[in-house]
């Protein structure tokens, strides 16, 4: 039979692993605060990347802009991730989506610390990394981005770009999004 202090150890081991539970429940719940922070960013810089080209596509509709016409040439892709390793998986998954069509691409320009890191670990062909985005200055780093990408355009180096982003479907799961460049063409005039 346990003595009284046998018993007073025991409950003193749970009070402990009560309190271990509750400070990494305290971590999670930060570790989420961050996490939805991220993911925010990454959908401002997705959408406010494929706004300006919708708006390009939207403005020249119906009309014979050499923007929107298909030619053969060169075909880039923006990788946009994030700058924090809390999603790994998922950046992960971002790559192996690239990995699958890595074919197609000639060039790449990533947006974001940790696409560049794991695309530089894969030989990927990536002319310009913007991996020091802060979410103090998105609107300067979203007009920094969009003007790298149309000079490049401008100077032949691709004609047409696809983006690949993580969409955020829940804090549970993120899926890598192609938007293809039949929604904005960008093929040079010949």
Same mark, same amino acid.
Do not use: H, P
């Given at each position: 039979m346990k003595t009284y202090l046998a018993y007073q150890n025991q409950i003193g081991g749970l009070r402990d692993v009560s309190e271990t539970v509750k400070a990494i429940e305290k971590i999670a719940a930060s570790s989420v605060h961050f996490l939805k922070e991220n993911a925010a960013n990454l959908d401002f810089y997705a959408a406010r990347i494929k706004k300006q080209l919708d708006r390009l596509s939207l403005f020249y509709a119906g009309k014979n802009h050499p923007a929107l016409k298909k030619s053969p040439g060169k075909k880039a892709l923006i990788v946009?991730?994030?700058?924090?390793g809390l999603v790994g998986g998922l950046w992960h998954k971002i790559i192996n989506a690239f990995l699958e069509t890595a074919g197609e691409y000639q060039y790449v320009i990533s947006v974001g610390k940790k696409g %560049? =890191?794991?695309?530089? =670990? =894969?030989?990927a062909p990536v002319i310009k990394s913007f991996d020091r985005v802060s979410g103090a200055s998105q609107?300067? %780093?979203?007009?920094e981005i969009i003007d790298f990408i149309f000079n490049e355009f401008g100077r032949g180096r691709f %004609? #047409? #770009?696809d983006v690949l982003y993580p969409e955020f479907v829940s804090l549970a799961q993120q899926e890598p999004v192609f938007s293809p460049s039949c929604l904005f063409n960008l093929s040079r005039r010949k």
């Open positions: 946009i991730t994030g700058d924090k %560049s =890191e794991y695309l530089v =670990e =894969e030989n609107d300067q %780093s979203v007009r %004609s #047409a #770009a």
